[in-house]
């Protein structure tokens, strides 16, 4: 099982064929990237809890029951008063997404060290990422998580910068940085390492992250696939170009979700059995998260692919 932390939200999109200009309709739909990984992780078949904040409000309770209706535990989920996020998304021409946060003050903030949960055995790995890492208090949480398991428990780690949260880099610049000292495995997108380390050639940054610890970095181009950074060296391959692209909201997601998926299969879920992976095997990880990424990206919003999605033609 992994345990996955951090926001749980809504992305909110405007709706473009309301006739007048004085209104405009929503369509609303669950999220935020580790929510997002968590429920991604059980349509594969794998195990997963969720360590967050959900508001009593009636959308936390929808929240709640898109995790339950998912089959993702939730005995570690934090509730409390405060109101639910929300994330106002905006598509490029493109499919690329752009994100207006309403989060000050709100429930996936609210996980203090005392809400830290003692975690048993079957919690193999715990995945951390996005601006939970970076907002307070619950940043604080997440690192003391990280710091108090990474010697028993795989930690894996998706930077997921958004700026409009939190919009000072250099704080994000040490948050990231602090985490990957716990990391087994990163993952990050070429544009949250430009963001990061501007100036910076992405490749030389995930060489960085490599150590005693850190055995594997996966870095995503976009439309130009994605990349492996490990001990048998680095290596590229393509989008899969196969399947229309309606827009790239959650195939990050997708993707980590995918890589952790794997791991399980592989039976790879700790720092021991990530180190003894060969290049076959990482090589495998790395199309499977490319194949699932692109078929949530023939869909609208962070509609993640079931196991069955990735066996049969999507």
């Not at 996020?85 to 429930?107: H, K, N, P």
Request: net charge negative.
């Amino acid at each position: 099982m992994y345990l996955v932390c951090g926001e749980a939200l809504f992305d909110v999109f405007s709706q473009r064929d309301n006739p007048r200009s004085s209104e405009l309709g929503f369509k609303a739909i669950a999220g935020g990237s580790p929510f997002n990984v968590a429920v991604g992780l059980r349509r594969l078949g794998v195990e997963s809890a969720f360590f967050g904040g959900l508001s009593r409000d009636f959308l936390g309770a929808r929240l709640r029951q898109v995790l339950e209706e998912e089959q993702v535990d939730c005995q570690h989920v934090v509730s409390n008063d405060a109101p639910t996020t929300l994330a106002m998304v905006a598509l490029d021409a493109d499919g690329s997404a752009r994100y207006q946060f309403r989060g000050e003050g709100c429930a996936d903030r609210q996980v203090r060290l005392g809400d830290l949960p003692t975690l048993e055995d079957p919690v193999r790995g715990v995945h951390v990422g996005s601006y939970t890492l970076v907002v307070q208090p619950v940043a604080d949480t997440l690192l003391a998580l990280v710091q108090r398991e990474c010697e028993r428990r795989l930690i894996s780690l998706d930077p997921n910068v958004r700026l409009d949260p939190a919009p000072d880099i250099a704080l994000w610049r040490r948050q990231i940085e602090a985490f990957a000292a716990h990391a087994h495995l990163i993952k990050a997108s070429e544009e949250d390492v430009a963001l990061l380390y501007p100036g910076r050639d992405p490749a030389e940054v995930a060489r960085g992250w490599l150590g005693p610890r850190c055995r594997l970095v996966f870095l995503t181009h976009g439309a130009r696939g994605a990349s492996v950074h490990s001990a048998h060296g680095t290596w590229h391959r393509p989008a899969d170009t196969s399947l229309p692209l309606r827009d790239t909201v959650g195939a990050g997601d997708t993707f980590q979700a995918a890589l952790l998926g794997g791991l399980a299969r592989l039976g790879a879920v700790s720092p021991q059995g990530l180190a003894a992976l060969d290049r076959e095997a990482i090589d495998g990880l790395l199309a499977h998260a490319i194949r699932a990424a692109a078929i949530t990206c023939s869909r609208q919003g962070p509609d993640l692919p079931h196991a069955r999605d990735l066996i049969a033609p999507a």
